[in-house]
């Protein structure tokens, strides 16, 4: 998916365990298949998931920022009834993978699949529960750190227009820019930063029994402009589930517009780029370009 990406073998993970961690070094190690575009994951026996990025790195920067989102689930988990990964270990750089990894507890379940039969109400109401505890936890009167999704839609003006013009003749371009042009005209948001997840993708959210049930990948959590966690409203509800998202969190205009414009930001510039490499990421895309601009 990515130019600078590197392959991690089943071998390659195998001697990172036992080099680093002897504990597990007989547990059975076997790829995860992933749609995800961060991190290649392997299920180690049946209780843990390692994650490795796939572009290693083995600065400081990058083992505080994974770090720090373990200290981040560990947080979310003391707040919300829906489960989150249960940070397990850091890995360090070493031969067969240059870079910072970590290990997480398995969380049985099987990812959200649009269109599928789950029921959109429940759904609705069980994510805006999440969101709602994300959102009710202290900042300390933090806000926006300057990266990362949550702060002002302005910062991606010019990635969707070059986003745009790469996407000709994959979706009703114009149409897009339009309402992209009317969700930048309400401005940034006036009331308080709060907690975000700022990723609420269909494949990070595990359901069980039909029932959503955990919250995965907590690398973009952190504090910013609530609108952000209102893209499910379009990469997965339906007219029915959209409706009944907005109600639960009680969304005024003029956030609901900004939460429209996160979803077109973030899925106009995925479509072009992950078209070929990643199918199911270029078709989240189209189906939320598609209900946002209807």
Do not use: K
């Amino acid at each position: 998916m990515h130019a600078d990406q590197v392959d991690i073998t089943v071998a390659d993970v195998a001697c990172l365990v036992a080099e680093q961690f002897p504990r597990w070094r007989d547990l059975p190690v076997r790829p995860v298949t992933s749609h995800g575009t961060v991190n290649a994951l392997f299920r180690l026996g049946d209780d843990v998931v390692l994650r490795f990025p796939l572009r290693p790195d083995p600065g400081a920067t990058a083992r505080a920022s994974l770090e720090h989102e373990q200290d981040l689930a560990r947080l979310i988990a003391r707040h919300t009834r829906l489960l989150v990964p249960e940070p397990l270990a850091v890995g360090r750089p070493a031969a067969g993978y240059s870079g910072w990894w970590t290990a997480y507890g398995w969380i049985p379940g099987d990812t959200v699949e649009p269109g599928t039969g789950v029921d959109q109400l429940e759904l609705a109401r069980d994510l805006a529960r999440f969101v709602g505890e994300l959102q009710s936890m202290d900042t300390g009167g933090r806000t926006w750190q300057g990266r990362g999704r949550g702060g002002p839609l302005t910062r991606l003006a010019e990635s969707v227009d070059g986003a745009l013009a790469d996407s000709a003749g994959l979706v009703d371009v114009r149409r897009v820019a339009e309402v992209w042009r009317q969700c930048l005209a309400t401005g940034r948001h006036d009331t308080p930063d709060v907690w975000i997840h700022a990723d609420l993708m269909p494949g990070n959210l595990l359901l069980r029994e039909g029932r959503l049930a955990a919250v995965l990948d907590l690398g973009s959590a952190g504090i910013g402009d609530p609108a952000v966690d209102l893209m499910p409203a379009w990469n997965l509800l339906d007219d029915e589930g959209r409706r009944a998202y907005r109600s639960a969190l009680r969304v005024d205009d003029l956030t609901w517009e900004r939460g429209r414009g996160w979803a077109v930001a973030q899925a106009i510039m995925a479509l072009p780029y992950y078209q070929h490499t990643n199918p199911v990421m270029a078709d989240t895309a189209r189906r939320t370009l598609a209900a946002a601009v209807a």
